[in-house]
Nanobody, 122 residues
Framework: QVQLVESGGGLVQTGGSLRLSCAPS????????MGWYRQAPGKQRELVAT???????NYADSVKGRFTISRDNAKSTVSLQMNSLKPEDTAVYYC????????????????WGQGTQVTVSS
């Protein structure tokens, strides 16, 4: 069974930086896509950034230019460098790893971390 373990959350002032990291424990698979999602109080979970095994990245418009996602395929780890943080970035951040079941990627299995709190004070 794969478990994703996140680290790096915390409290930071507006304009500050944090780096989130995620690593699997237990069985290690080659994940097709790894990424980060976040959920603020009273809101739905939303995509922050993803990175494919080939290195293609995708960012939410709200974090473009401020956040950078990176991954190590050999270790199946993923990190999120967050700069110029804003109070609206406050949320629980979840690591996600997706393994395709079908070649097309339309069928897949998602693994989730337990979440790490990021709080940006104004």
């Amino acid at each position: 069974q794969v478990q994703l373990v996140e680290s790096g959350g915390g409290l930071v002032q507006t304009g500050g930086s944090l780096r989130l990291s995620c690593a699997p424990s237990g069985s290690i698979f080659s994940f097709n896509v790894m990424g980060w999602y976040r959920q603020a109080p009273g809101k739905q979970r939303e995509l922050v950034a993803t990175c494919t095994s080939g290195g293609s990245t995708n960012y939410a418009d709200s974090v473009k230019g401020r956040f950078t996602i990176s991954r190590d395929n050999a270790k199946s780890t993923v990190s999120l460098q967050m700069n110029s943080l804003k109070p609206e970035d406050t949320a629980v951040y979840y690591c996600n790893a997706r393994r395709f079941i079908s070649a097309s990627g339309k069928t897949y299995y998602d693994y989730w971390g337990q979440g790490t709190q990021v709080t940006v004070s104004s």
